[in-house]
């Protein structure tokens, strides 16, 4: 590798080390209580070196969350793939092991949901989340937009209401024997409104002619 090929994967070398850093404070604390000086300390950069790749902290956990949007949503779109080939059904067992691997990462960062940038974050990168997820489920389905829309938001809601009933045990609660057992008790539940949104939007569709 040459000089200047170098100097390319620079940024993004300290890009991700200041990520790690990150979340491994995180993992210790809330977010009010990590500073520029933690990071730039812990992964050993200067001051300057952080604002020439983000404004503050909270642009960090801005990039983190839209990066794990992204991975997300590419193994759900082959999981997808797979399920369509062998003629079965997702479950919503995956990526909710995280949740007990990280814990203590989810828990700060709920910890610390009371400020207008945390929350706004998260709730706009769950938004993006689901509204991708119903998307990739709805291929082949003609459902309606609005209904798209709203069984996103249904989802979205359930779900965060879950972690945060499972965060506020103390993080006890067995949380991905749990959603594996509600998919085993109530199936591909997106598919199955979408579906019916295809359902009903032909019967009004005829009933309006």
């Not at 995180?26 to 070196?49: F, Q, W």
């Not at 610390?112 to 993006?128: D, H, N």
């Amino acid at each position: 590798m040459d000089s200047m090929e170098e100097g390319e994967n620079m940024p993004s070398f300290t890009k991700k080390a200041i990520k790690q850093s990150f979340i491994k404070l995180l993992s210790e604390r809330p977010i009010d209580r990590i500073t520029v000086k933690d990071i730039v300390d812990d992964c050993g950069i200067a001051r300057n070196t952080f604002y020439y790749h983000y404004q503050d902290i909270y642009q960090v956990l801005e990039d983190i969350l839209d990066e794990q949007v992204r991975e997300e949503i590419a193994r759900i779109k082959k999981e997808a793939a797979d399920w369509r080939q062998e003629s079965g059904k997702p479950t919503l067992r995956s990526g909710f092991k995280e949740l007990k691997d990280h814990g203590n990462i989810f828990y700060n960062m709920y910890r610390s949901a009371g400020e207008g940038e945390v929350r706004r974050y998260l709730q706009r990168t769950s938004t993006v989340f689901f509204n991708q997820l119903v998307e990739i489920r709805s291929e082949g389905i003609d459902a309606s937009a609005e209904d798209k829309k709203l069984i996103a938001v249904f989802f979205r809601n359930a779900v965060s209401g879950f972690m945060v009933e499972w965060l506020e045990s103390g993080m006890k609660m067995p949380v991905d024997d749990m959603f594996q057992r509600i998919s085993l008790l109530l199936g591909d539940m997106v598919t199955t409104a979408l579906e019916k949104s295809e359902a009903l939007k032909k019967v009004e569709g005829m009933t309006s002619e």
